[in-house]
């Protein structure tokens, strides 16, 4: 059984992140020039990348204002980690949210995000 994340667990587990993952690799994924995909992932499975998703479609339905300020604790780590992030997470609620129902049923991150749903509440 699903249970929901709040807010504040939601942006303590982004400060935790940020402070156990994104800040420790930032220096080199800036030497290597790449983007942090394994802490992409990380944050996925943490429920990062679902934030304005819709519940309906494995998300976690939180607000704008949330994102934001999950935004600025992985800032204050990486800023490019950031863009990268806010950049996956809004791919999947535009598509979750604007796709046609063929388009999104065929979406790669819908299993993903209700695979990952049942996770969150651990």
């Known amino acids: 059984m699903h249970t929901s994340i709040t807010p504040a667990d939601l942006l303590a587990r982004a400060?935790?992140?940020?402070?156990?993952?994104?800040?420790?690799q930032a220096a080199l994924w800036e030497r290597e020039r790449r983007i942090g995909r394994e802490a992409l992932d990380a944050?996925?499975?943490?429920?990062?990348?679902?934030v304005e998703v819709p519940a309906a479609w494995g998300g976690l339905g939180l607000s704008f204002a949330v994102k934001a300020q999950i935004a600025e604790r992985l800032a204050a780590a990486d800023?490019?980690?950031?863009?990268?992030?806010?950049?996956?997470?809004?791919?999947?609620?535009?598509?979750?949210?604007?796709?046609?129902?063929?388009?999104?049923?065929?979406?790669?991150?819908?299993?993903?995000?209700r695979a990952r749903t049942s996770r969150d509440a651990t």
């Open 15 to 24: 400060g935790r992140f940020a402070d156990e993952v994104v800040a420790p």
């Open 43 to 50: 944050a996925a499975a943490l429920g990062l990348t679902r």
């Open 79 to 113: 800023f490019a980690f950031t863009m990268s992030w806010a950049n996956t997470h809004n791919v999947a609620a535009k598509l979750a949210r604007d796709a046609r129902p063929d388009v999104a049923r065929c979406a790669p991150g819908r299993r993903a995000m």
